[in-house]
């Protein structure tokens, strides 16, 4: 009789504690990542959310996407998991603005239910929808690609596409992403304003850890003009991505 009821308090403890695990003390959130180079386009990516993780205790659920266009070759690196970061509304912002190599990214922390759930790229369309469109041509061309330098930047692969005007300096550089199981190293060659580091200023976007390297391709090309136009949304992402760094 004892032992009876020793082992329905057993099992009413641990009732108890599986209720009260996701709501009291830890989320659970949509686990994914994504590097993708070829065949990308805002309107057919269609995102399969097969896995989800439970978070620590105060973690909420981070989704993070970049979108990357050079040319008319484009990217995406994401990152969907939990993150210790207070929770923000969804950002939308160019990291580096068009006319030439753009880098836009999407970033939000929430503390629901499987909140990160975002499983198509309609920020993108609409942030790229609200910019001007540059048609003014340029004399000069660069070589171009995004991708993995031994997969879609095998120089067989890479084009030469020619620049708008305000951005005809040729730029090449290796970034690497990491943040949890995303870890690529990616080459960003195209068209640009000026010829520095794409994302100096920025270490990383929402969790995600950014190192970029500049490749030489060849002298002519090392003396840019251009200028870069800084918005209030540029330097409110820049205060927010300031507050991950820990
Ligand atoms: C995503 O999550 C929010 C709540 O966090 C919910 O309102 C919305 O319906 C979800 N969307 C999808 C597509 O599941
Ligand atoms: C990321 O990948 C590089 C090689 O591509 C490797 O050297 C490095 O250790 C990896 N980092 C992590 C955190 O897995």
């Known amino acids: 009789m004892v032992l009876k009821d020793w082992r329905s308090l057993q099992l009413l403890c641990l009732l108890e504690a599986i209720s009260l695990l996701p709501c009291a003390e830890a989320l659970l959130c949509y686990e994914a990542t ?56 969804p950002q939308i912002t ?5 006319p030439g190599v753009s880098i836009a990214s999407y970033s939000r922390v929430c503390r629901s239910y499987l909140c990160n759930n975002l499983t198509n790229l309609e920020p993108f369309v609409r942030l790229k929808a609200s910019q001007p469109i540059s048609t003014l041509p340029s004399g000069k ?17 890479v084009t030469t596409e020619n620049c708008p005007f305000s951005a005809s300096t040729c ?10 199981n995303l870890n690529t190293t990616f080459l960003i060659m195209g068209c640009a304003r000026e010829s520095r580091k794409l994302l100096s200023d920025f270490q990383h976007i929402g969790s995600i850890r950014v190192t970029e390297v500049i490749n030489i391709l060849d002298k002519s090309s090392a003396v840019g003009a251009g200028h870069c136009s800084r918005g209030p949304s540029w330097s409110a992402l820049l205060c927010l991505l300031r507050l991950f760094r820990h």
């Open 34 to 89: 994504a590097s993708a180079f070829r065949a990308v386009s805002l309107h057919n990516w269609k995102w399969l959310l097969l896995r989800s993780m439970v978070c620590n205790q105060r973690e909420g659920c981070e989704e993070t996407i970049v979108f990357i266009e050079t040319g008319t070759r484009k990217g995406i690196l994401s990152f969907k998991g939990c993150s210790s970061a207070f929770s923000y509304p």
């Open 94 to 98: 160019y990291l580096v603005s068009p």
């Open 141 to 157: 061309s660069c070589p171009t690609c995004v991708g993995k330098h031994d997969e879609e930047c095998l120089p067989s692969f």
């Open 171 to 180: 730029h090449s550089s290796t970034l690497q992403f990491q943040a949890g």
